[in-house]
Structures are given as structure tokens and as C-alpha cells.
């Protein structure tokens, strides 16, 4: 994401390098971030609270493919895509609708990134951006595609060609590298997807640690954005 505001002239070999620090930094970060967030809930919310971990080794059986093959295709694939579709599809349709019904020529679309803007700004993203994770709650992969049909005004998803077309699209729409820092680590801590929150919902029994699976990482990454944002806006 970063790598991506270098210049055309500045080696290969800088840009993996950097690219490669960029991952390992967040990953130490998420790692940091996780151990700390577990030691403050030990000490707070679950106080208390016996935590153990088991694991038991079941009887050694002869592998049946047949069976293998059959569990895991309806264990595995069939119910996570149908939960998935569950909440896809009338996502898919809210964000048609979004983009393509208009109030005084402006979408609904854009009057929400408006409305979403304030608390962007604060955070060193924009509306748009805010936006489009929250329509991207059922798969966040379409975050990115959502965050790029809005700003190229489309009435679909869509991608960027190449990485220099990206650039393109994310510089004349305000963004810097301050951007992209907060990008990254919204993206590393915001709530979890929705096939996600309903595993959590059924393997708690609780709304309650559900929300709260939510609201956490949510709560983290915008501390975090607002920090880096102040830093940019100090420094940069």
C-alpha cells in the first residue's frame, strides 16, 4: 500500500524491501497489540476467569478419503459459503442501491462517505474510506473495490488495472502516505467479518462476546489511527 507512492525510479530491490518490513512490522504490531489487549483482560473484564487450554488427541483411525473428502466439502466449504451468501447477497444489493439511487444528483452513496467524513478526518482516512469497510462487513475483501467505485463515481465494484493506475486514483483523491499508514492499521484491527462474528455468536451462545469481538479490535484501530494521524499532521 505504501510502496505504492514511491517514485518510478526508485529500485525494485527498496520498494520488496520495504514492502517486506511494512508486513513484518504490522504483523509485530498485531502480535504486540494481541499479548497486551489479553494481559489488560486478565487483569479487568476476566478477572478471575480460569483460563486453560486442552487438547485431546482422539483414537487413531485408518483415514477413509472417501469420508475425508465428503466431511470436508459439507463441513467445511458448503457451510462457510452458505453462511457467507447468507449475508453477501443483501450486501451485494445494499451497495447497488447505494450507488445507484441518487438524491438532488448526488448517490446515497456519497451523501453517507459525507456523513462518515468528520470521523475520517480524525482518524487520517476520509468518509468514503469508513464507509466502505462498514458495507464490506460481510467480506472484507471488497473494502478495497467499494473504496474505488466511489471515487471513480462507478455504479459497480471495480479494481484498479495496475498498480500505477491505483496511485493514480488514490493521490487525486487526497491520499498520502499518512493515508496509507492508517489504511494498514484499520485494516489490521476493525471488526471481524460476518462469517467470523456468527462463528464467534455460535461457539460463545452470546451476543454479548460477540459485540464485544466487534467493538475491541474497532476500538484499537481508531486510537491507533488517530495517533498516527496526529503524528502526521505534527511531523509531515
Not at 446515497?108 to 464507509?131: Q, R
Not at 455460535?202 to 466487534?214: D, H, R
Request: proline share 5%; aromatic share 10%.
Amino acid at each position: 500500500m505504501i510502496t505504492i507512492f514511491f517514485t518510478a525510479s526508485a529500485p525494485k530491490f527498496i520498494r520488496s524491501v520495504t514492502s517486506a518490513l511494512i508486513l513484518l512490522a504490522a504483523i509485530i504490531l498485531g502480535v504486540i497489540v494481541t499479548i497486551l489487549i489479553s494481559w489488560i483482560l486478565s487483569k479487568t473484564v476476566l478477572k478471575g476467569v480460569p483460563s486453560s487450554f486442552t487438547l485431546e488427541l482422539p483414537p487413531y483411525r485408518r483415514p477413509q478419503i472417501g469420508k475425508v473428502i465428503v466431511r470436508s466439502i459439507f463441513d467445511r466449504t458448503i457451510f462457510v459459503l452458505g453462511r457467507a451468501c447468507i449475508t453477501a447477497a443483501p450486501a451485494g444489493l445494499l451497495i447497488w442501491v447505494l450507488a445507484n439511487c441518487s438524491i438532488n444528483d448526488t448517490s446515497i452513496l456519497m451523501i453517507l462517505a459525507d456523513f462518515f467524513e468528520p470521523v475520517g478526518s480524525i482518524m487520517g482516512l476520509d468518509g468514503i474510506i469508513l464507509l466502505a469497510f462498514i458495507l464490506g462487513f460481510p467480506a472484507n475483501e471488497i473494502v478495497m473495490p467499494i473504496i474505488l467505485m466511489a471515487y471513480m463515481s462507478g455504479a459497480s465494484l471495480m479494481e484498479a488495472e495496475s498498480t500505477h493506475m491505483l496511485k493514480e486514483i488514490l493521490c487525486s483523491n487526497g491520499w498520502t502516505v499518512t493515508t496509507a499508514i492508517c489504511m494498514i492499521l484499520f485494516v489490521l484491527f476493525h471488526f471481524p467479518c460476518s462469517t467470523t462474528c456468527l462463528t464467534i455468536k455460535k461457539e460463545t451462545g452470546s451476543w454479548k462476546w460477540t459485540a464485544f469481538s466487534i467493538l475491541l479490535p474497532t476500538l484499537c484501530g481508531f486510537i491507533l489511527c488517530c495517533a498516527v494521524s496526529l503524528f502526521g499532521k505534527l511531523v509531515l
